[in-house]
Nanobody, 123 residues
Framework: EVQLQASGGGLVQAGGSLRLSCAAS????????VGWWRQAPGKEREGVSC????????YYADSVKGRFTLSRDNAKSTVYLQMNSLKSEDTAIYYC????????????????WGQGTLVTVSS
């Protein structure tokens, strides 16, 4: 059974940091591109960051560049999202996802999704 288990969300003050984790199981993690998406109340899903299966291609939304860092630990089948200098507009449910495509920035190309973890940034 394929599972993506996201964790690490919570309440943090503006300017603070959080690290999200997403543990994968049930598929060959090394062969999959991974990504983080978020959805705020009343807004569309937004791509935050994604990385190719090789790790050589990484995308960041303009809104998070310089503040967020995606990393993956293939030995642990886990992908992380380090979020620094958080802003109130970062408040959203964050989802991790995986795709058998080499690299994808379109959420429709992702086959597997985690359950989401809520990040709330207070100003």
């Amino acid at each position: 059974e394929v599972q993506l288990q996201a964790s690490g969300g919570g309440l943090v003050q503006a300017g603070g940091s959080l690290r999200l984790s997403c543990a994968a199981s049930g598929f060959t993690f090394d062969d999959y591109a991974v990504g983080w998406w978020r959805q705020a109340p009343g807004k569309e899903r937004e791509g935050v960051s994604c990385e190719s299966s090789s790790g050589h291609n990484t995308y960041y939304a303009d809104s998070v560049k310089g503040r967020f860092t995606l990393s993956r630990d293939n030995a642990k089948s886990t992908v992380y999202l380090q979020m620094n200098s958080l802003k109130s507009e970062d408040t959203a449910i964050y989802y991790c996802a995986a795709t058998s495509n080499f690299y994808a920035t379109n959420y429709q190309r992702y086959q597997y999704w985690g359950q989401g973890t809520l990040v709330t940034v207070s100003s």
